[in-house]
């Protein structure tokens, strides 16, 4: 047998054993990253570039002095898969990127020297994608192997997981079985819903008074073992209290055969049941793992982020902490067990939802080496911990927040709150907060808050209906503020510096009454309306144009996460001209305060490279120094590029794919 093995600095011994063993024994093995979950230098094999989340690629073809001259190699134009959001992140394996499209999810493959399609596979349409509400949101797919054979795994809106021949697109033999379903395939499919324990029907899926389920980010394959993940209908949509859980599933990467399931609201005789203080347990759900999965696999553990309970913004009929809503859950992979878990926000009904990948990396702490997680959040909050035992790293405080405003909600008298790292971003909102450029702006900025109520982070949503005269209350940071989908954190393994990008942003939701709301939804999930719902976010308004707290507006910051201690930070982007050149701003000298949107980034080797955009909106692909925050060049992009990056090299030569709404853009050196 003749066996070609790769090898990195970075392979270790067990490593080593590891591919040895597969490639030896009969079955073959489907792993080919390393214990750390790292791919062979120059691949890029999971959306965030390796299983640690880490977006990090030891490469250097692509440096400071030779950046500026990076040009369009090709574009892939995904018109003939409609509204394409870019969202997708493309794996690279065998000379192809692989990523899903449009709101089919048709998975494609793409020539990496071309950007010519090469091949696409779509399932299907049943009315469980019609109804779903991710349809377009796919972040992209999963990578194993079989028998020596590459293979993509994607999970679709309609809660069907395919194995698929990366060479080909075919579904493999052996894996999973065919449906019930006219134009399915016969072989390659396992049905998602039927290991939830739920009534449902093939086509159908689960009755809409039950409740909902669907995908947005890909599976992730942990030492032969895929682990799925899940999404939810919007929680700012939902006005009724009946739903299922985002129950987390693991299936055999060479069979589909299903392995366990990890209940995200605990029954009784489970762990953290008593902090469900009625019966909610029993008929609401939600709390999906709709961001990234990362996993160790040298100890064997997945990392779960997950969403908050049925409902945003009201949570008066499920009182208590409701475990494990807004956490961080580390689960055995061969068992699907918990090994330890986090809450980030107790009884959430601010749609402090858990927005990305969990970082892994391993540190040096007063001395002494510690394998860390790392979970940045919309709080604008990175909570870090031992991923092995769960422990922080630092303390976390309970401290006091802010009573309900809303009768009959049951809010937690604390929050944690990190002791470090220092908040990245705007936390509450002050009068210190507001934009400051001269005093007549920042007397503008408090008659407009007049109306509304506003304070520190925590405070909760009010009524429509209120007895004390305000319009709204303002949270800050909202659910678009701090780190959310599109902010994508970025680690460098080698100098244990997270790289973390955010924007200033406030909500203002207002409550109204579940009938109200449930009368304007088509088809509401669950049977039995909620007191209070969501009506709609009520404008705070803008001083003369302008975000009425003062910049940055959107920034990434550095810090080191041996010491926990912030390095730099730096604006995303330029000032936008409606800043620059406003008429309220003559002679005034402007710092520069960032676009207000977050960056999608990766790390190599010689540089941190992130997305961003000019004082007039022209977009551009940026190279900064990782050690200093110095920006050393820019390169114009074809188009505004939106949530991750990639890069790897193919045929010697290093390529970074942005992505852009309906394109993938794939630059490289002349």
Same mark, same amino acid.
């Given at each position: 047998?003749?066996?070609?093995?790769?090898?990195?600095?970075?392979?270790?011994?067990?490593?080593?054993?590891?591919?040895?063993?597969?490639?030896?024994?009969?079955?073959?093995?489907?792993?080919?990253?390393?214990?750390?979950?790292?791919?062979?230098?120059?691949?890029?094999?999971?959306?965030?570039?390796?299983?640690?989340?880490?977006?990090?690629?030891?490469?250097?073809?692509?440096?400071?002095?030779?950046?500026?001259?990076?040009?369009?190699?090709?574009?892939?134009?995904?018109?003939?898969?409609?509204?394409?959001?870019?969202?997708?992140?493309?794996?690279?394996?065998?000379?192809?990127?692989?990523?899903?499209?449009?709101?089919?999810?048709?998975?494609?493959?793409?020539?990496?020297?071309?950007?010519?399609?090469?091949?696409?596979?779509?399932?299907?349409?049943?009315?469980?994608?019609?109804?779903?509400?991710?349809? *377009?949101?796919?972040?992209?797919?999963? &990578?194993?192997?079989?028998?020596?054979?590459?293979?993509?795994?994607?999970?679709?809106?309609?809660?069907?997981?395919?194995?698929?021949?990366?060479?080909?697109?075919?579904?493999?033999?052996?894996?999973?079985?065919?449906?019930?379903?006219?134009?399915?395939?016969?072989?390659?499919?396992?049905?998602?819903?039927?290991?939830?324990?739920?009534? &449902?029907?093939?086509?159908?899926?689960?009755?809409?008074?039950?409740?909902?389920?669907?995908?947005?980010?890909?599976?992730?394959?942990? *030492?032969?073992?895929?682990?799925?993940?899940?999404?939810?209908?919007?929680?700012?949509?939902?006005?009724?209290?009946?739903?299922?859980?985002?129950?987390?599933?693991?299936?055999?990467?060479?069979?589909?055969?299903?392995?366990?399931?990890? *209940?995200?609201?605990?029954?009784?005789?489970?762990?953290?049941?008593?902090?469900?203080?009625?019966?909610?347990?029993?008929?609401?759900?939600?709390?999906?793992?709709?961001?990234?999965?990362?996993?160790?696999?040298?100890?064997? /553990?997945?990392?779960?982020?997950?969403?908050?309970?049925?409902?945003?913004?009201?949570?008066?009929?499920?009182?208590?902490?409701?475990?494990?809503?807004?956490?961080?859950?580390?689960?055995?992979?061969?068992?699907?067990?918990?090994?330890?878990?986090?809450?980030?926000?107790?009884?959430?009904?601010?749609?402090?939802?858990?927005?990305?990948?969990?970082?892994?990396?391993?540190?040096?702490?007063?001395?002494?080496?510690?394998?860390?997680?790392?979970?940045?959040?919309?709080?604008?909050?990175?909570?870090?911990? *031992?991923?092995?035992?769960?422990?922080?790293?630092?303390?976390?405080?309970?401290?006091?927040?802010?009573?309900?405003?809303?009768?009959?909600?049951?809010?937690?008298?604390?929050?944690?709150?990190?002791?470090?790292?220092?908040?990245?971003?705007?936390?509450?909102?002050?009068?210190?907060?507001?934009?400051?450029?001269?005093?007549?702006?920042?007397?503008?900025?408090?008659?407009?808050?007049?109306?509304?109520?506003?304070?520190?982070?925590?405070?909760?949503?009010?009524?429509?209906?209120?007895?004390?005269?305000?319009?709204?209350?303002?949270?800050?940071?909202?659910?678009?503020?701090?780190?959310?989908?599109?902010?994508?954190?970025?680690?460098?393994?080698?100098?244990?510096?997270?790289?973390?990008?955010?924007?200033?942003?406030?909500?203002?939701?207002?409550?109204?009454?579940?009938?109200?709301?449930?009368?304007?939804?088509?088809?509401?999930?669950?049977?039995?309306?909620?007191?209070?719902?969501?009506?709609?976010?009520?404008? +705070?308004?803008?001083?003369?144009?302008?975000?009425?707290?003062?910049?940055?507006?959107?920034?990434?910051?550095?810090?080191?996460?041996?010491?926990?201690?912030?390095?730099?930070?730096?604006?995303?982007?330029?000032?936008?001209?409606?800043?620059?050149?406003?008429?309220?701003?003559?002679?005034?000298?402007?710092?520069?305060?960032?676009?207000?949107?977050?960056?999608?980034?990766?790390?190599?080797?010689?540089?941190?490279?992130?997305?961003?955009?000019?004082?007039?909106?022209?977009?551009?692909? &940026?190279?900064?120094?990782?050690?200093?925050?110095?920006?050393?060049?820019?390169?114009?992009?074809?188009?505004?590029?939106?949530?991750?990056?990639?890069?790897?090299?193919?045929?010697?030569?290093?390529? /970074? +794919?942005?992505?852009?709404?309906?394109?993938?853009?794939?630059?490289?050196?002349?």
């Amino acid at each position: 047998m003749s066996i070609e093995l790769r090898f990195s600095k970075y392979t270790s011994v067990r490593a080593w054993l590891t591919i040895t063993i597969c490639a030896l024994v009969t079955n073959g093995c489907t792993d080919t990253q390393g214990p750390a979950g790292s791919p062979p230098e120059g691949d890029w094999l999971n959306i965030t570039g390796n299983a640690s989340g880490q977006r990090y690629a030891p490469l250097s073809q692509i440096g400071p002095d030779n950046f500026s001259s990076l040009e369009v190699a090709w574009t892939w134009d995904g018109s003939d898969f409609p509204n394409v959001n870019a969202r997708s992140t493309p794996i690279y394996v065998n000379g192809k990127l692989i990523t899903v499209a449009g709101e089919r999810r048709h998975v494609v493959a793409i020539d990496a020297s071309t950007g010519k399609t090469v091949w696409t596979f779509v399932e299907p349409p049943t009315f469980r994608w019609e109804y779903s509400m991710r349809k *377009n949101h796919g972040k992209g797919v999963a &990578y194993g192997k079989i028998d020596g054979k590459d293979v993509v795994y994607v999970v679709t809106p309609s809660f069907f997981l395919h194995a698929l021949d990366a060479e080909t697109g075919e579904p493999i033999e052996g894996f999973g079985s065919g449906m019930p379903i006219d134009g399915f395939p016969e072989t390659g499919t396992v049905d998602l819903l039927a290991d939830l324990g739920h009534p &449902y029907d093939v086509a159908d899926g689960i009755p809409l008074d039950v409740g909902y389920i669907t995908s947005s980010s890909p599976a992730i394959v942990v *030492n032969n073992v895929i682990i799925v993940g899940n999404s939810a209908e919007q929680g700012y949509n939902q006005s009724r209290q009946e739903n299922i859980p985002g129950d987390i599933l693991a299936y055999d990467a060479q069979t589909g055969e299903h392995l366990w399931k990890f *209940n995200v609201i605990p029954g009784p005789g489970e762990f953290g049941h008593n902090t469900w203080e009625n019966d909610a347990w029993e008929w609401t759900g939600d709390i999906s793992s709709w961001a990234p999965l990362s996993a160790d696999h040298e100890r064997g /553990i997945v990392y779960i982020p997950t969403n908050g309970a049925t409902a945003d913004f009201w949570g008066g009929f499920r009182p208590g902490d409701n475990l494990f809503s807004t956490s961080l859950i580390a689960l055995d992979v061969k068992t699907g067990k918990r090994v330890w878990h986090y809450q980030l926000v107790h009884h959430d009904i601010w749609n402090y939802d858990t927005p990305t990948v969990p970082l892994l990396m391993d540190l040096t702490v007063d001395g002494k080496e510690i394998p860390a997680v790392v979970q940045v959040t919309k709080q604008a909050f990175a909570y870090t911990f *031992n991923r092995e035992t769960g422990k922080p790293i630092w303390p976390i405080e309970e401290q006091p927040v802010p009573e309900a405003l809303m009768p009959g909600e049951h809010l937690s008298p604390t929050q944690p709150f990190p002791t470090k790292p220092a908040a990245y971003d705007m936390q509450g909102l002050t009068e210190d907060d507001l934009i400051d450029f001269t005093p007549e702006l920042r007397a503008e900025a408090l008659e407009i808050l007049e109306d509304f109520v506003y304070g520190p982070l925590f405070t909760p949503p009010l009524h429509r209906d209120n007895d004390i005269g305000k319009t709204a209350s303002i949270w800050c940071p909202g659910d678009v503020g701090g780190t959310n989908i599109d902010g994508t954190p970025a680690a460098d393994p080698e100098t244990g510096i997270l790289y973390v990008t955010s924007q200033k942003g406030c909500s203002s939701r207002i409550m109204i009454p579940g009938t109200e709301r449930d009368a304007r939804e088509d088809a509401p999930t669950g049977t039995t309306i909620n007191k209070f719902a969501v009506g709609s976010s009520v404008r +705070v308004g803008r001083v003369r144009g302008m975000p009425i707290f003062k910049p940055p507006y959107s920034k990434i910051t550095a810090i080191d996460m041996n010491t926990g201690e912030h390095l730099w930070w730096i604006p995303v982007g330029d000032t936008p001209n409606i800043v620059l050149n406003n008429p309220a701003l003559r002679e005034i000298e402007i710092p520069n305060t960032g676009t207000g949107r977050q960056a999608a980034q990766v790390v190599t080797k010689t540089l941190l490279i992130h997305t961003g955009n000019g004082s007039d909106g022209t977009p551009y692909l &940026y190279a900064v120094n990782k050690a200093t925050g110095e920006r050393l060049a820019q390169v114009k992009l074809p188009g505004n590029p939106r949530y991750g990056l990639s890069t790897f090299m193919h045929e010697d030569e290093q390529y /970074i +794919v942005v992505q852009i709404p309906n394109m993938l853009a794939a630059l490289k050196l002349p």
